[in-house]
């Protein structure tokens, strides 16, 4: 039953609640079709445990900014909040655990380099790796995915470890292996039944892998803070994991929210929300780059026109570099990467859009509606880098951009992930020219549904690479 002026929503069953209606294999489309019948703010059941969705940038913007600390919860009681333990920080609940170390994320994130020169050296020693692969692959075909996971991969494990690892090293198999299987599980229909059936935990099910698998990761990361411990330099950081021990030295034991196990936990976060979400973005981009050559070979003009002699982009180029901008930021809108952002809940009883919602609300936002909004967008439905230049060609970022959600909760790596974007992309395009071969048939741009949105591996499988002379 819903609460009284709890949001409206379609009639539920008891223990499925309004499961049927999330049943093709696209629920983005089931949601828009229940934002057709019950607005922009209404309410499903998943299993027995209410959830709100929000759609459309006027409620995304109540809920988010102008109540922020309202809507700025996690839920609790999910199979993904057992698995992490509701430690880290992407799952934890509102508070001062969550505070201090999004806080000091931010802080250490910013100091090694977010906007800086130092963090934009990681990032370029990175992308070498990536022209070489390319390199090696001129005149062929390659398959971008495993290049860009990689980057990104490697990109975060220096921030936080101080250390890249080779593409065949085993460690770095061994974590994304354990990372694929945690995130299919964890969106699959065993999250369902975990999440909707009481008691289910306790049986022998398919979810049970994903509570192993995260204890390879959590051995992973106990053995890098012991080797951390043994070689670090007090005062001296060389990474985050030495910024967290240094902060360790310092906190007052009785109250403090900080602990080792604390570092594992974000060691584990950080690296989880740092990699396929950049390495996605820049799959999907680069889908769209090969097969719209006129953006491409624009970019491309305008990347050679501020860059002249110099062979290397710095982060600051960006600001001549409006056309550049305008796309990258198109690639992340349509790429519409986290569709359903990270789920929230209400931590206290509120209003939004004149509905009661007691605390405790599971809260969904539907990003897709908000980067695809008629009325917000001058092109929302197709990929056009017009969507964020004005008449006189400046770059503008339209209020309705956000693939990185708004408010309290939005992504703390946000910085890191722009930085990686812009850079990674300009270099590529400054030596390369990327080409859709001819026997590929028409490309597909549909992505395919999960916590993550993917594009169809094959389509990008056979993408042909030629170096640009210079
Ligand atoms: C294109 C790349 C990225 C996109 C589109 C993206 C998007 C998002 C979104 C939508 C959320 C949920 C916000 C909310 O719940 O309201 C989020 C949370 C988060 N992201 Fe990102 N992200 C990206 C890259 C990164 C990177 C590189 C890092 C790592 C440094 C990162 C770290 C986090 C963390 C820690 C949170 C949880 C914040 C919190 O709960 O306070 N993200 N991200």
Redesign the pocket.
Known sequence: RRPKNFPPGPPTLPVLGNLRYLTSKNPLKDLEKLRQSYGDVYSLFLGSKPAVLISGLKAMKEA?VVKATDFAG?PQDLLIGDLTQRK?????DYGSL?RDH?RF?LMT?RNFGLGKKSMEERIHEEIQFTVKTLEKSVGKTLSPQVMFHNA?SNI?CK?LFGTRYEYDDETLKMIVQCFTELTTLANGPWAMVYDSVPFVSYLPLPFKKAFRNMEMFMEFSIRVVKEHKKSRVPGEPRDFVDCYLDELDKQDKQDSTFSEDQLKSMNF??YI???D??S??LLVGFLYLLNFPHVQERCQQEIDTVLEGRDQVTFEDRHNMPYVQAVIHEM?RV?N??PL????CTTKDTELMGYSIPRGTIMI?N?TSVLKEEGQWKFPHEFNPENFLNEQGDFVKPEAF?????????????G???M??FLITVTLLRKFRFIWPEDAGEPDFNLVFGAILTPKPYNMGRAEVQAVKQ
């Open positions: 988010m996690r880290g920080v992407i799952l934890v969550w999004r994320a994130l990104a975060i921030v976060d950080l929300a740092g990699t979400t950049t996605n973005t992340q790429a990467i986290l952002s990270v789920f929230h936002q990003l956000m693939p990185f959600s708004a408010g309290p909760r939005m992504c703390l790596g946000e890191l992930a722009r990686e974007l």
